[in-house]
């Protein structure tokens, strides 16, 4: 059951890099912004992206991811908070466990995440707060200790995000 998770996570994600390479035209859709600091570089969100959300179900577990790719220069990071519900609430390690994540994609480096599967140290933590939901926006802030999926190294992350539907691309 984990394992079909886990795969259904990458392909939210896969989902969240690809719809946010396309902008919308609709000009009754917001604006979505995003800054990241990874590993001490500031990252932002480029003016042809945007930043997304979706909701997601596996076996009558809702979930919402919120993401899209930042750069720095040249280089590019793909970012992923998930989180249970769609509410301004505040979302920790020690409370929510594995109910909430983040996740980090270098374009040149393997993932970090806080959701250390298979590994026999977890050194991940995360804060993850919602600050403002509207009928079109999740607007919040994050801080976390990632973890490489290759291995216990573990660099610090921290961000705000305004995203926007991900239906608001189709016009739903």
């Known amino acids: 059951m984990l394992a079909i998770k886990n795969y259904l996570f990458v392909v939210i994600c896969v989902v969240l890099l690809t719809a946010t390479s396309c902008g919308s035209d609709d000009s009754d859709t917001p604006e979505s912004s995003a800054t990241v600091t990874f590993d001490g570089k500031v990252y932002q969100k480029p003016s042809d992206n945007e930043i997304a959300y979706i909701e997601f179900s596996v076996d009558d577990e809702t979930s919402f991811s919120i993401g899209g790719d930042v750069v720095n220069g040249s280089d590019t ?3 992923t908070v998930r989180v249970p519900n769609l509410n301004v609430a505040t979302y920790t390690k020690s409370s929510h466990g594995d109910e909430a994540s983040i996740s980090i994609s270098p374009s040149n480096e ?3 995440t806080t959701n250390v599967f298979g590994s026999e140290t977890d ?4 804060e993850i707060q919602i600050t ?6 999740v607007s919040g802030t994050f801080t976390a200790t990632v973890q490489s999926i290759d291995d216990e190294t573990t660099k610090e992350v921290s961000g705000e995000f305004v995203a926007i539907d991900f239906a608001s691309f189709f016009g739903f």
Do not use: A, G, I, P
């Not at 403002?132 to 926006?137: D, Q």
């Open 110 to 112: 393997s993932t970090y």
């Open 123 to 126: 050194n991940s933590d995360y």
């Open 132 to 137: 403002e939901v509207t009928n079109k926006t």
């Open 77 to 79: 990071v793909n970012f």
